[in-house]
């Protein structure tokens, strides 16, 4: 059971330079278009900005100790279905079995050593694992954390050779798109590990299901994404839906609204106007920047941590069946006239520094700690 453990883990090491690894083609080719919908399932794939006018798709494999009939065998596993209808074009590109980012089959790599590695990776995220974390924190993560795993790889290969028994296959997936088509972008993904770092989506449609999807920038945008993790950097006038997902990070929220169930989801900061209805799952909420203006939270069975503004805010806390953890203590407030919402707790302004902006919660049956930065 454990090896199988770091197995698994070992996927998320990107595998990039391997002297013997051989690279195959699987698909390539260049379209022109207006508007695009890409319906993915079971592929790791890289978004990138074109440096033209047009689409382009290069998908290659690097195999290592594959036989020609093992990589012919791989490459039937995929399914690429893409054409254009009145300048739009469609998009379908799946493959039967999930491919991960790096795979091993007949591995000899000891469990021990898998843990060094694992333990090694681990240590390397400490700084987005602290309990408090700046803005600049996550914008740092979010800009490094490819090199990190890079870094990562290179110690995997110097000290942990790959021996000749073992087969080896690494993706390499990049779709290049026109900065004016990430405008009214529509992308369905199922079983996928997106990454858009360095691009902004405007008035676009996301939805993504038991994925991993990491996005720079999102402006007047509909996200939803379900039983999955991922890394927005910016959200920005967007409306987003997260359900079932085990990790959640946005750098900046920003005149947004958020349709949260049964997630774990860390913000970095609220920079501006927002709303979040949530049921049963759990926050934090690192900072408020200088002007945020108005945050309203309305949940049930929410586990709330919130770092307080910095600058003078006022609070206030309708509800019932809550807890607020203040200084350490806690004060718990049940029903009054039965399930009848009332005003748990008030914080008014001092008058002391400049004002922020007003942070409301309507809450039912949960728990919000009040931390110190």
């Given at each position: 059971?454990?090896?199988?453990?770091y197995k698994?883990?070992?996927?998320?090491f990107?595998?990039?330079?391997?002297n013997?690894?051989?690279?195959?083609t699987?698909?390539?080719?260049s379209?022109?278009?207006?508007?695009?919908?890409?319906?993915?399932k079971?592929?790791?794939?890289k978004?990138?900005?074109?440096?033209d006018?047009?689409?382009h798709?290069n998908f290659?494999?690097?195999?290592?100790?594959?036989?020609?009939?093992?990589q012919?065998?791989?490459?039937?596993?995929?399914?690429?279905?893409?054409?254009t209808?009145?300048?739009k074009l469609?998009?379908?590109?799946?493959?039967k079995?999930?491919?991960?980012?790096?795979?091993?089959?007949?591995?000899?790599?000891?469990?021990?050593?898998?843990?060094?590695?694992?333990t090694?990776?681990?240590?390397?995220?400490i700084?987005?694992?602290?309990?408090?974390?700046?803005?600049?924190?996550?914008?740092?993560?979010?800009?490094t954390?490819?090199?990190?795993?890079?870094?990562?790889?290179?110690?995997?290969?110097?000290d942990?050779?790959?021996?000749?028994?073992v087969?080896?296959?690494?993706p390499?997936f990049?779709?290049?798109?026109?900065?004016?088509?990430?405008s009214?972008?529509?992308?369905?993904?199922?079983?996928?590990n997106?990454?858009?770092?360095?691009?902004?989506?405007?008035?676009?449609?996301v939805?993504v299901?038991d994925?991993s999807?990491?996005?720079?920038?999102?402006?007047?945008?509909?996200?939803?994404?379900?039983?999955?993790?991922g890394?927005?950097?910016?959200?920005?006038?967007?409306?987003?839906?997260?359900?079932?997902?085990?990790?959640?990070?946005?750098?900046i929220?920003?005149?947004?609204?958020l349709?949260?169930e049964?997630?774990?989801?860390?913000?970095?900061?609220i920079?501006k106007?927002?709303?979040?209805?949530?049921?049963?799952?759990?926050?934090i909420?690192?900072?408020?920047?200088?002007n945020?203006?108005?945050?309203?939270?309305?949940?049930?069975?929410?586990?709330?941590?919130?770092y307080?503004?910095?600058?003078?805010?006022?609070?206030?806390?309708?509800?019932?069946?809550c807890s607020?953890?203040?200084?350490?203590?806690?004060?718990?407030?049940?029903?009054k006239?039965?399930?009848?919402?009332?005003?748990?707790?008030?914080?008014k302004?001092?008058m002391?520094?400049?004002f922020a902006?007003?942070?409301?919660?309507?809450?039912?049956?949960?728990?919000?700690?009040?931390?110190?930065?």
């Open positions: 059971m454990k090896l199988l453990f698994v883990c070992l996927v998320f990107t595998l990039t330079t391997i013997s690894f051989a690279q195959t699987i698909y390539k080719n379209f022109s278009a207006k508007s695009l919908d890409f319906n993915l079971n592929i790791p794939v978004f990138i900005e074109s440096k006018d047009k689409i798709f290659s494999i690097h195999f290592k100790n594959y036989t020609h009939k093992q012919d065998s791989i490459k039937s596993l995929f399914n690429f279905d893409i054409e209808r009145n300048n469609f998009v379908s590109i799946k493959s079995n999930n491919l991960t980012t790096i795979q091993y089959i007949n591995s000899e790599i000891k469990t021990k050593e898998l843990s060094k590695i694992l090694k990776y681990v240590k390397s995220n700084a987005l694992n602290k309990e408090y974390q700046t803005k600049q924190d996550f914008l740092n993560y979010f800009n954390e490819e090199k990190r795993i890079e870094d990562y790889t290179k110690t995997l290969k110097k942990y050779s790959l021996k000749d028994n087969l080896v296959s690494s390499d990049i779709i290049s798109v026109p900065r004016k088509l990430l009214n972008f529509y992308l369905n993904a199922d079983n996928c997106i990454k858009m770092n360095d691009l902004t989506l405007k008035q676009s449609k939805f299901n994925s999807i990491k996005i720079k920038k999102t402006e007047n945008s509909n996200i939803t994404i379900h039983n999955g993790t890394f927005i950097k910016e959200l920005e006038s967007t409306i987003a839906t997260l359900r079932n997902n085990s990790s959640f990070k946005i750098g929220l920003s005149n947004s609204n349709i949260t049964n997630t774990r989801l860390n913000i970095g900061e920079t106007f927002s709303d979040i209805k949530d049921y049963n799952s759990k926050f909420f690192n900072n408020f920047g200088s945020f203006d108005t945050f309203n939270f309305k949940g049930e069975y929410s586990n709330l941590k919130i307080p503004p910095k600058n003078d805010y006022t609070l206030k806390a309708y509800g019932n069946s607020f953890i203040i200084n350490g203590i806690t004060s718990k407030y049940g029903n006239k039965g399930d009848k919402k009332y005003l748990m707790l008030k914080v302004r001092k002391k520094k400049d902006g007003n942070i409301k919660f309507d809450v039912i049956n949960s728990i919000i700690t009040f931390k110190d930065s």
